[in-house]
């Protein structure tokens, strides 16, 4: 939530940070703005709105070789010009992304020393207490400032009486840092900057960070120069583009088999263990898409390796009191790496002793670093916030895991575990069929397209894939969905059902069919519009459905992996029909990293 960019070089800055902050604008777009130094003052510009809006403001340009961008997510105080970021006083101007949970308190303190405030943010108090602060060091000023501040923050800031540098540091929010041929500069995200390098600084928790035009030196939290080693991403600036697509959701949607096959590939060679002692229970945490593929997950560890799996919310795991036994273990798994609650579950289980094991797709990032163990999913940059790959190559990587689990827990041996794996190395094929298929769901998108509602039912994995299906509906195309297991139906939800409404009915389980297939039934007998969802080779009865789409077939528990490609195109041309920013949906960012 929201980005952060700076630089500090001998170019135009104006134009770096523009860039930077078009890579960065999935993280937020409520308002952007830059302050740059023209080499007499720090001038800053800042709009509601889209970038596409500061871009028009700045038309006339901004001449400078330092300064820094924010493009916002709003948290405290509704999207407006006076809200936007920079925020600063007389003597310095920063940028922000996260949330001083303590800001009123210090707000307070603030007003009784006289200082007043025009907009409604976190961010203005957490300036001002800066400038309350700074007594002309700005390494001990910052340091002072921020043992005051409680919450999660990345802040970049410039002092007007060293306004050729930039001051940043990271505590519970992203941020990374690199010197180049160009200058230095920092960002919230890898996209921001891989257009300049792939080598980058990650900063730890507490230190700060003093960016120079040929120079990047760290202070760790006690003010001590600190040493740093850069990191290499394995991502090509290309992968952060469109290429030629509309939209990055399209694009990422059909990137996927070649980032299945790549997954799939590596964990192959990798013969992916947990851990060396097989685990009595694993507890799986996450948010969105990524809890989705943890309840997928949970169906195959338990069917394969007869491991009992917990799959909880990260929000509500790191609030309730979730005991832990002996022989646990914890699996948190989060595309970029850095939401916030996924973060907080993740250093629970650590404290309670748990070993921990991060599934992630972005190298470095925070959840990386704090897990006993990681294991990478090779998405590449996922930018569309409806996330669309990453689900898949997690579902792919958490499948190699079940069977290695089942195979160390002695349920499959090494032929029959070959066998699973020879299957999940035939996915990406499969699924390059599937979204074959793009037309046809197209049709299905228009046929549904009117009404406001939509159900998806489904069993045992199906119901999985029913879930994640319905959450990329309703993100993108604002339609109202709901995911209902098939047999749960006709506890309540099958009151809704009326002359019409939209059913995408997942029933792709051969074992579950029969079973599936009544519930259709049910739902047909009130009027309901059944778009159905099954495996080729399915004998399906007259009247079943009015759409019928079929997948390859392949072992039931992977099914997840082809339903999704054709649900996300479902939800994706439901959304262009109703003319929906598909890749930034309102009121959602891609990377979460308030609570
Ligand atoms: O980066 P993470 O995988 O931790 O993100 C989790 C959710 O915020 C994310 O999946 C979100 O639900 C997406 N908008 C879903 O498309």
Redesign the pocket.
């Known amino acids: 939530m929201c980005g952060i960019v700076g630089y500090s070089g001998k170019k135009s800055c104006l134009p770096i940070l523009l860039g930077g902050l078009e890579k960065l604008e999935y993280r937020g777009y409520d308002s952007a703005g830059v302050a740059v130094y023209d080499g007499s003052k720090v001038k800053t510009v800042k709009t509601q709105g889209r970038l596409v809006l500061l871009r028009e403001k700045l038309r006339n340009g901004l001449p400078g070789t330092c300064g820094i961008g924010h493009t916002r997510w709003a948290t405290h105080g509704a999207p407006s010009d006076v809200n936007s970021h920079p925020h600063g006083t007389d003597r310095l101007t920063l940028v922000h992304n996260g949330i001083i949970e303590n800001y009123s308190e210090l707000k307070e303190e603030l007003t009784q020393k006289g200082y007043s405030f025009i907009s409604q943010t976190d961010t203005e108090v957490a300036a001002k207490f800066l400038d309350a602060c700074y007594d002309g060091d700005p390494i001990s000023s910052i340091r002072k400032a921020v043992s005051h501040f409680r919450g999660s923050y990345a802040l970049a800031i410039i002092f007007f009486d060293r306004p050729n540098t930039i001051y940043a540091l990271r505590q519970g929010s992203p941020l990374i840092a690199a010197d180049t041929e160009e200058g230095s500069m920092i960002a919230s995200d890898i996209p921001a900057l891989l257009e300049y390098t792939r080598d980058f600084y990650l900063p730890d928790e507490g230190e700060i960070l003093e960016i120079t035009e040929n120079n990047i030196r760290f202070f760790d939290s006690g003010g001590n120069p600190a040493e740093k080693k850069k990191v290499t991403a394995n991502w090509s600036a290309e992968a952060a583009e469109k290429g030629g697509y509309p939209h990055f959701m399209l694009k990422e949607i059909y990137e996927q088999p070649e980032v299945v096959s790549l997954t799939v590939k590596t964990y192959l060679t990798e013969k992916c263990k947990l851990s060396e002692k097989p685990a009595k229970r694993i507890l799986i945490s996450?948010?969105?898409?990524?809890m989705h593929a943890g309840i997928a997950a949970k169906q195959a560890i338990e069917e394969l390796a007869g491991i009992p799996v917990v799959v909880d919310i990260a929000s509500e795991f790191r609030y309730r009191s979730p005991v832990f036994c002996e022989g646990d273990q914890f699996i948190v798994?989060?595309?970029?790496?850095?939401?916030a609650d996924?973060l907080a579950a993740l250093r629970l289980a650590k404290k309670a002793g748990i070993p921990t094991i991060g599934l992630v797709n972005v190298q470095g990032s925070s959840i990386a670093r704090e897990a006993d163990h990681v294991l990478y999913t090779y998405a590449g940059p996922e930018i569309a916030?409806?996330?669309t790959k990453?689900y898949n190559v997690q579902l792919a990587a958490l499948f190699a895991v079940s069977i290695a689990l089942a195979v160390q827990n002695g349920r499959l041996s090494e032929e029959e575990a070959d066998w699973y794996l020879s299957e999940l190395a035939a996915m990406p094929e499969k699924i390059k069929k599937v979204l074959a298929l793009e037309k046809e769901v197209a049709e299905a998108a228009k046929r549904f397209n009117a009404s406001d509602h939509c159900f998806f039912i489904g069993r045992g994995m199906d119901y999985a894939a029913a879930q994640e299906s319905s959450?990329?509906l309703k993100?993108i195309s604002y339609i109202h969905s709901e995911a209902c297991a098939a047999g749960e139906l006709k506890h309540g939800t099958i009151s809704l059902i009326t002359e019409g409404t939209p059913v995408v009915a997942i029933a792709t389980h051969p074992r579950l069919w029969e079973k599936s297939l009544s519930n259709i039934l049910e739902v047909r007998a009130r009027g309901g519009a059944v778009l159905l969802v099954c495996q080729e080779n399915v004998p399906v009865p007259e009247g079943t459905a009015d759409i019928l789409l079929r997948i390859p077939s392949c072992p039931p528990l992977f099914t997840p992996m082809l339903t999704l490609p054709l649900m996300q195109l479902y939800a994706y041309h439901s959304a262009i029909l109703r003319g929906c920013d598909v890749d930034k949906p309102r009121n959602?960012a891609k990377?979460?990293t308030v609570e």
């Open positions: 996450a948010c969105g898409t990524a798994i989060s595309q970029s790496g850095e939401t996924s916030v409806a996330s990453a959450l990329k993100e959602l990377s979460v």
